[in-house]
């Protein structure tokens, strides 16, 4: 049984370019959760998902930011016009109920 | 709002138990967790106890919760090299029977001693 998957392990963009980050969950699993961690901080919540609805978006900023997870497919962290300040590790969890099982994040790094 | 605390580092000898310590403010915790995190790795899900339960015992690893205290430890029994990472705790808080996104700590570096 897979573990959830990420790609691209480490995205280069320069500022003002989109940023699409992908994630698909552990086999079964219907709930995903996308995770920011800035250096030398813990985990910060940025939205929780299940299939073709957003039910918990309250950590994700206003603007540039949004998230999907399709009936089919990966569950998409879409990053519009980035700056330096989104540079960080962005990890996806996938979940059935109570434990949240991490991917190995994408390295995102902005120029 | 919801808080969590831990020390930034702790060092043990190889051997010896590690105990790493947590505290969170939000009382209506459901859930609680330990993640251990390896350098350029993601998390790893260690254990987790849920708030009606004093501890949870797996194999090398005893949780203790002080729901009055609001304070979560994690002891490691006979650390070892493999251990050093950086150990988060981390809490649930919502209506949804643990389903909610993760409040997170920091994160505690163990360091080991040879």
């Known amino acids: 049984n897979a573990g959830v998957m990420q790609n691209p392990r480490h995205l280069v963009r320069r500022r003002g370019q989109e940023a699409r980050l992908r994630c698909s969950p552990m086999?079964?699993?219907?709930?995903v959760y996308w995770y920011r961690q800035l250096p030398e901080e813990g985990l910060k919540f940025m939205v929780y998902l299940q299939k073709e609805n957003i039910i918990d978006e309250s950590g994700m900023p206003k603007e540039r930011f949004s998230a999907e997870f399709p009936k089919e497919g990966p569950s998409i962290l879409r990053i519009q016009q980035v700056v330096r300040g989104d540079s960080a590790a962005y990890f996806c969890?996938?979940?059935?109920?109570?434990?949240?099982?991490f991917g190995p994040g994408t390295r995102l790094t902005v120029t | 709002g919801e808080d969590v605390e831990q020390s930034l580092f702790l060092s043990v000898r190889e051997g010896d138990s590690s105990v790493i310590n947590c505290t969170y403010t939000?009382?209506?915790?459901?859930?609680l967790y330990w993640y251990k995190q390896e350098p350029g790795a993601g998390l790893q899900l260690l254990t987790y106890i849920f708030s009606n339960m004093d501890m949870k015992q797996d194999q090398r690893l005893t949780v203790l919760l002080n729901k009055k205290d609001k304070h979560l430890s994690l002891r490691i029994a006979d650390t070892q090299t493999g251990d050093s990472a950086i150990y988060f705790c981390?809490?649930?808080?919502?209506?949804?029977?643990?389903?909610?996104?993760?409040?997170f700590g920091k994160g505690t570096h163990l360091i080991i001693q040879p």
């Open positions: 939000d009382s209506s915790s459901t859930y």
């Open positions: 981390a809490e649930t808080v919502g209506s949804g029977g643990g389903a909610d996104g993760l409040t």
């Open positions: 086999k079964g699993h219907s709930h």
């Open positions: 969890a996938s979940s059935n109920g109570v434990e949240q099982y």
